[in-house]
């Protein structure tokens, strides 16, 4: 039998005890979760004894010295995804990074020079990915199925869903806020079916009307409005250097009838799709069809993370490629970082390479 590989989790906050950890333990067979850090070292002692791991640490940096470490999950806050990445990738660690993949894309430029310098595998934690109906589109997509993809709605929508917990309300510490946490999920499900062509442009605006309000019915309780000073919504128009569009929405509270809709729908030139539940568009040439495939195995949120991780340890087992490329993950946070220009700006923000 192989030797296991030994994990090292960086943040020991709620994406830690309820995905990352969990997910490891699942494959205790091919990996062992043998350290974790935290800022608040006795948060980190809890968390060690909990789940039963060895050894605990106030500075990440103690972790990343011990050579039994092979990998390595970031579930710190967004701030300071890029110095824990950049220290583990140098310290000859693979890292599987939380999303988004850092504050901007300056920082997540960084992270993959790191991982190319150290020839250590890099991936972020896209786990929408993971969805039984997410595979089977792709696969259809890539065999050409819906032809040349040119156009896509992009929904990740809650009517009322701040969160109350952590440090979200803060751009200092989380970069900004719908638009960078769950904007990003579906940004990078949607940029990936589509094939990841390079963004050239985006024109929206983010908003921050009922985040700020203190008089609001929220789902996870009272949130922070005093210190509120990111998005609760995002609405943009993304262009890609092939043609393509991408119609893009997003908020945490918005004033929508449903109170949670996530929704993607594709327009290729020989079909389209709609991912939510999964459906397929097309004509025949004598009468138009919709099929809907399935039934399918329904994953939740943290059997999606489970999927995840066991495929990144495969691909450090095996020398594979990870699912989430760092390059793709980039690109997602390009679009997020010319979203907020074209919001500061009131016009059209150009991406650059």
Known sequence: MAEKLGVGIIGVGSIA????????????????????????????????????????????????ELPEIDLVSVCVPPFAHRDCAVDALGAGKHVLCEKPMAMNSAEAGEMIAAAESAGKKLSVQFQTRQTPQARLLKSKIEQGELGRIYFARAQYLRR?????????????????????????HILDLTMWLMGSPKPVAAFGSTFDYLGRRDDIWNSFGPHNHAEFDVDDSAFA?????????????????????????????????????????LKLFGDDGDALY???????????????????????????ENDRPVLVEP????????????????TESGGLARIGP
């Open 17 to 64: 005890t309820m995905c990352h950890i969990p997910g490891y333990q699942a494959i205790a067979d091919r990996v062992e979760v043998r350290a974790v850090a935290d800022v608040v070292e006795e948060r980190a002692r809890e968390v060690a004894a909990e789940f039963s791991v060895p050894r605990a640490f106030a500075d990440y940096r103690q972790l990343l």
């Open 160 to 184: 009322r869903g701040i969160p109350s917990w952590g440090m979200f309300h803060s751009r200092a510490h989380n970069g900004g806020g719908a638009l960078i946490d769950v904007g990003v």
């Open 237 to 277: 128009c993304v262009k890609f250097d092939n043609g393509a569009i991408v119609n893009f929405e997003c908020s945490w509270a918005a004033n929508f009838q449903a109170r949670a809709q996530q929704q993607l729908t594709i327009a290729g030139d020989r079909g389209g799709a709609q991912v939510f539940p």
């Open 290 to 316: 919709d099929i809907e495939p399935g039934p399918f195995e329904e994953l939740d949120y943290k059997a999606q993370h489970r999927a995840a991780i066991d495929r990144f340890v495969d691909a450090v």
């Open 327 to 342: 390059q793709q993950a980039r690109a997602v946070t390009q679009v997020i970082d010319a979203i907020y220009e074209s």
